[in-house]
């Protein structure tokens, strides 16, 4: 009887701390949506302690305001993806994902978790000049050259190069959404793997505020969907998205000298970047992270939950696949070689066919858990660096992010300031203002201001199409 009330007490209580758990989670997801707008963060803490929930390490921010001191940008300028491929979808891009060939081991085996998140990224767009001063251009010519093997002069094809000036300046637009301009903002995931399954295209004009509705997750053991920190300065997420942009320009460059001078190669570029405008926002991107584990290492796939068909992450071999394609080959050895004739089956099983099946079979199994210790402890390395990283989080060019940010401009092209080199720009500006013409600064800045008054035009004719809507 005893034993009876007892149990009925246990049920009783754990149904009422059940109801209080969900009660709790409901008030903590109307609080975590209202703390975007106001409230202090010590309050926010001690309300959503007891579920560690999303509070401070959701938005990686302590201050509404993101001074100094707290541990994210701020949280009203935190927009966020919403989930769009659903989780057969996601599981159908896993499969796809580790069924590429068929040395892949199958992707059901020994997959342990299946989990919905929301990943940092920095969205970053970019007007950038880039001055053309000068290159190296080749073409291929035919030249008489000694043969030390041969002893005999003969005539090949060799490459001339013959450095060229230039006066030409592009001005390009790097959209949001382009390549380049998402940058992982945390350590906890590889981030190589992470950069294919950024944000790009048309899903990034799908960034909204959050709600508590995007928190709740349809698949997986948790309930609600993880949200990860902020843990990139936004500083060094724009260095990075600009050594891409840059990247992108020495590309356009290369490819308009080859057409402009009709020659083989260009090599040794030299271009002088100009930022006219950047933006830095700080966006969530839906992911579905699979888990599985390989000789005791965590094996992660991530599935994107905003691009259909897009997914990243260490494929596992098939050790006994690998092992029989490397038997196979000490056999066509003992084909090739005639060992078959003088030696016995028992040699050429144990000397021939079996050491390197066994090898083979031995290198599908390490290699990957290798490479995945080798890729863990380089991005440990980063990390302990980039905590020494004091920038403010909330710099002037981080901001919420904007729909017109991922539209582009037609690219332009004109003459540059004239400065063939460094050392005489400032010989070259003095005679400028002596004539009372504008120096490479002054033209610079007039362009930046020109270039704002056109997106403040265009904004405005954007508000004014939607208020007539």
């Known amino acids: 009887m005893l034993a009876r009330l007892l149990h009925r007490d246990g049920l009783a209580r754990s149904a009422v701390a059940s109801a209080t758990l969900r009660t709790i989670q409901g008030t903590c997801q109307i609080d975590l949506c209202s703390s975007l707008l106001c409230g202090s963060a010590q309050s926010e803490a001690n309300a959503i302690a007891p579920l560690q929930l999303i509070s401070l390490r959701a938005f990686a921010s302590s201050s509404t305001d993101g001074s100094e001191g707290s541990g994210g940008p701020p949280r009203s300028k935190i927009r966020a993806i919403p989930f769009i491929v659903t989780p057969m979808e996601a599981l159908q891009t896993f499969e796809d994902h580790h069924s590429g060939s068929i040395f892949n081991k199958r992707p059901s085996e020994g997959l342990s978790k299946q989990k919905e998140a929301f990943l940092p990224f920095w969205i970053t767009s970019a007007t950038i000049v880039s001055d053309l001063r000068s290159a190296e251009v080749g073409h291929q010519v035919w030249a008489t050259v000694y043969n030390p093997r041969t002893r005999r002069v003969e005539q090949q094809l060799e490459m001339q190069y013959q450095q060229v000036a230039f006066d030409v300046a592009f001005e390009q637009t790097y959209p949001a959404g382009g390549p380049g301009s998402a940058v992982y903002g945390s350590w906890k995931y590889p981030r190589r793997s992470i950069a294919h399954v950024a944000p790009a295209g048309a899903a990034v004009r799908l960034a909204q505020h959050f709600s508590s509705d995007m928190l709740n997750a349809t698949s997986g053991e948790a309930s609600m969907r993880r949200v990860g920190p902020f843990d990139i300065r936004p500083a060094a997420a724009l260095a990075e998205s600009m050594a891409a942009f840059q990247r992108q320009a020495n590309t356009e460059a290369r490819t308009w000298i080859m ?152 690219p332009r092209m004109y003459r540059s300031s004239g400065r063939q080199n460094d050392e005489t720009s400032a010989f070259a500006d003095f005679f400028r203002r002596a004539f009372g013409q504008e120096t490479v600064e002054e033209q610079t800045h007039r362009r930046q201001q020109a270039h704002r008054a056109q997106q403040a035009e265009w904004r405005r004719r954007q508000q004014q199409q939607q208020q007539q809507q």
């Open 259 to 410: 057409q402009q001078i009709k020659c083989d190669d260009v090599r040794n570029i030299y271009l002088a970047h100009t930022v006219l405008e950047s933006r830095c926002s700080p966006v969530y991107a839906p992911v579905y992270v699979f888990q599985s584990r390989h000789l005791g290492n965590k094996v992660h796939t991530f599935v994107s939950g905003c691009v259909p068909n897009m997914a990243a992450g260490t494929r596992m071999l098939d050790e006994r696949r690998v092992a029989f394609i490397g038997g196979l080959a000490g056999a066509a050895a003992v084909l090739l070689f005639n060992a078959w004739q003088t030696a016995e089956w028992t040699t050429l099983l144990w000397g021939w066919v079996l050491p390197p099946a066994l090898l083979a079979g031995l290198a599908a199994r390490v290699y990957p858990g290798l490479i995945l210790q080798l890729t863990r402890a380089y991005q440990e390395r980063q990390r302990q660096q980039g905590q020494q990283d004091q920038r403010p989080w909330d710099e002037e060019y981080v901001g919420e992010f904007r729909e017109e940010a991922t539209y582009g401009r037609a």
